[in-house]
């Protein structure tokens, strides 16, 4: 009795979640075609970058343009000013005099200044793996390539407020998104 009743609260909540999730799924898609038709973007994200054996935080601002994109540190004061520019049909990063090596937060190159343009890339072209509603928040994951995996927090009227970038099942930045534009 008790696996029959559990087996049916099991199955009640997979077509619950699937029928959230394809609501949530059929919002991704449009705005990710919206986001997709725009020739600029703004956003900035207070970041913590998880190394195997420390975190760091920055406030970073993340800018496209026809021109690029560009990645500027807010903060900590100490490095505040220094940016990154990511030249168009490029994936390399070029700094602004100093170059901020913080090493990278898995064995593919991430960093914390290139997580903001691979979140972005995520959400452009990601493959959405999984949907669901959290806390009236759409939620998605999305799976840009074959290492990084991006989940990510939507408000009500599809705009970014969190996410979480996973490389190889490990978490390596959490960032809370502001200023979207």
């Known amino acids: 009795m008790k696996k029959a009743l559990l087996s049916a609260l099991i199955l009640l909540s997979l077509l619950l979640a699937g029928c959230g999730g394809s609501a949530v ?13 725009k020739e600029t973007l703004s956003y900035e994200a207070r970041l913590l970058a998880s190394y ?22 807010l903060a900590p004061a100490l490095i505040e ?12 990063l070029c700094y602004d005099g100093l170059i901020l090596d913080a090493g990278p ?14 979140l972005t890339e995520a959400l452009l072209h ?15 994951r999305l799976i840009p390539d074959d290492h990084l995996t991006a989940t990510v927090w939507f408000s009500e009227d599809m705009i970014p407020q969190r996410a979480r970038l996973e490389s190889d099942g490990r978490v390596t930045a ?8």
């Open 105 to 118: 937060l898995d064995p593919y190159g991430l960093t914390p200044m290139s997580a903001l343009p691979r």
């Open 52 to 73: 195997p054996d420390r975190n760091l935080e920055f406030t970073l601002r993340y800018q496209k343009s026809p021109e690029g994109e560009e990645i500027t540190v």
């Open 25 to 37: 799924k059929s919002r991704y898609e449009r705005f990710s075609a919206e986001l997709a038709e």
């Open 126 to 140: 990601g493959h959405p793996d999984s949907c669901w509603e959290e806390d009236g928040q759409a939620v998605l």
């Open 81 to 92: 000013g220094i940016s990154a520019r990511i030249e168009p049909g490029s994936q390399r």
């Open 174 to 181: 959490d960032c809370e998104l502001s200023e979207w534009s």
